[in-house]
Each structure stands twice: as structure tokens, then as C-alpha cells.
């Protein structure tokens, strides 16, 4: 199982990203999906995650960017999107992608390699 993480960069505040997050692999099913990130300095917290629940996604969003991030995730295609509005210079970090996964090796949680956002005021 494999989660490749795209689409950080560097943004003036008040701007918009979209990330995105592809996990492929002998995958059977995929439970949660999320976003998690780690400022210098600090420790890696939770973005928001979506869970997959009879097919809809129930989320969880942290408090400090919620009404500015949205995930959202494709089961079809076995990608979760976060997009980020409004960006403020205290969102800058590397951005990871982390996916509960069943697969042939049993269930386990996997992450992918992380990508930058950097938020210039």
C-alpha cells in the first residue's frame, strides 16, 4: 500500500490549495482518510478526516481551520482531497495524508510522504 500526497506549495495569506491524496495498492477497503500536519517545531496534528460510513463521509475537522478547509474523498478512485481556503501564515507546514487501509497484509494504518505548504503573509 502506497499514499501519494500532491499540490503544496507556496501561497500568499488569504489564498486557496487544493491537496490531494492517492492510495493504490492490493487494497480491499479504506476506512479513514486524513490530513495531518507538522509545523517546525511542533508536533504533527490532525487536519480533518473523513471516515466512510454506509458511502457517506463523516467528518472531523480541526476547530482551527474549520469554514476554511473541506476534505472530501473518492471512493472510486481512492483519493482524498483537502482544500484549503483562506490560508493563514500559521497554516504553513508539511501537510501528510494517512489512510486506514485493510489489504492484503490485514489492516493498518499508512502514511504518505508529506508535502509542503508555506502560507507568506
Known amino acids: 500500500v502506497q499514499l501519494q500526497a500532491s499540490g503544496g506549495g507556496l501561497v500568499q495569506a488569504g489564498g486557496s490549495l487544493r491537496l490531494s491524496c492517492l492510495v493504490s495498492?492490493?487494497?480491499?477497503?479504506?476506512?479513514?482518510m486524513g490530513w495531518y500536519r507538522q509545523a517546525p517545531g511542533k508536533q504533527r496534528e490532525l487536519v480533518a478526516d473523513?471516515?466512510?460510513?454506509?458511502?457517506?463521509?463523516?467528518?472531523n475537522v480541526a476547530d482551527s481551520v474549520k469554514g476554511r478547509f473541506t476534505i472530501s474523498r473518492d471512493n472510486a478512485k481512492n483519493t482524498c482531497d483537502l482544500q484549503m481556503n483562506s490560508l493563514k501564515p500559521e497554516d504553513t507546514g508539511v501537510y501528510y495524508c494517512?489512510?486506514?487501509?485493510?489489504?492484503?497484509?490485514?489492516?493498518?494504518?499508512?502514511w504518505g510522504q508529506g508535502t509542503q505548504v508555506t502560507v507568506s503573509s
Open positions: 495498492g492490493s487494497i480491499s477497503s479504506i476506512t479513514v
Open positions: 494517512k489512510a486506514l487501509v485493510s489489504s492484503a497484509a490485514g489492516w493498518g494504518n499508512y
Open positions: 473523513i471516515s466512510d460510513i454506509a458511502s457517506v463521509g463523516a467528518t
